[in-house]
């Protein structure tokens, strides 16, 4: 039977002081003991490094992500409300007649979304350094002006993770003229769950999302988009176009050299050891990995190794078919791709669910992956040898459960672990040596 993880057990670990070790090793383990009905379950930590990544993990399976509820509700037909704020406006912008009423008064200084009640409002989150932010720019403002204005549904851009100065020089570039707010304390992005840019959120009359598009918007996605706010009716995410837009997005411009993401000569190592169809994985992915990615390794300070490991799949043949196929996606350097759309389509838990037809429609989402190449990968015995490799690894450093972390870094250590330390102990964010 595959083995389950109680996180709840763990929150205690982000509560306390954890005492450093001046003797660390080179290359720490997280590992998680077999658990045991005779005494509670206990973390084996070695060094600050390995409780820097155990705390990170934990946070990030035991706070359920306000996006995941989001999503929950839309993939369920219901609608969920919106997290409320009231934020600085960035730009008032140019209303019209039928919406400049519902701006007036305070506007100009600050937008809060329950003045907003009674006007469908198209929210979408932003950075004037993000590049797919860019390519749908112009989608936004086009269709602004033509259709959403006229007909009383607001716009509003919200900014984060940037300088006022870049962002009105992004809002000048593009022509954009709707109103706009910034989010420089990061407090509304997240409760709104958002790891990465861009994404949107359509709101009804009512403070109600109905919609949630990630990454680049198409303009007849914002055109349904409008309708259901206006209608107030749910917008069910279509089949792959979620999923595969957001992961796009995570991982445009990053480098990828076969099970590696991330610049190969980056400081810090992380080896995330692994089952395709591990529900703690997945958790993992979901709500840690983005933040991960954007703070460290886009900046080339880290880099990640997934490691094959079999712990939640029932059967050896189902393990090997699944993990071999997104090693063969590797070779084309899409494997991160193909491992993040896997745990985002990720399906109930021993229900066999992982067919051919299930790996085949995750390759056909793999944006520029060539599928005549990556069948014939899929055949190459060197693969399934890695599998092999990848388990003697995980026995030599204690590991048999999923997801385990194996933290590596060249001398001296890098300052900004201390930042991520501090993050996690709910002190100050502090940007020093990041």
Known sequence: MARRSHFNRLAPILRRRLVQDEHLDDRDTVRKPTPSRSRPRRWVLSGLAATLLAGLLVYGVTAQSPNATIDDSLARGLPATAPPFRLDTLQAGALGSALSPKLNGDGARSIALSELRGTPVVLNFWASWCEPCKEEAPVLERTWQQRARPRGVLFLGLDGLDTASDARAFMRSYGIDYPNISDYSEDVRLRYGVRTFPQTFFIDRRGQIVGHVFGVLSSQQLVDGITTALAGTVRRP????????????????????????????????????????????RRFTLNVLPSLIDSYVRSGKLKIEYRSLESATL????????????LAAGRQNKMWNFIDLFYREQGPEHSGYVTERFLQGLAQQVSGLNLIEWTAARNDRELARTLSTDARAARSAGINET????????QPRPRYLQAIQKQLEGLPSTKAGV
């Open 238 to 281: 279509r089949g792959g176009e979620r999923t595969d837009a957001l992961v796009s997005s995570l991982l445009a411009g990053i480098q990828q050299h076969g099970n590696t993401l991330g610049d190969p000569s980056a400081p810090v190592t992380v080896q995330f050891f692994g089952d395709l169809q591990c529900p703690a994985c």
């Open 315 to 326: 059967r050896p043949s189902w393990f090997g078919a699944q993990q071999v196929a997104a």
């Open 403 to 410: 997801p385990a972390f194996r933290l590596g870094y060249a």
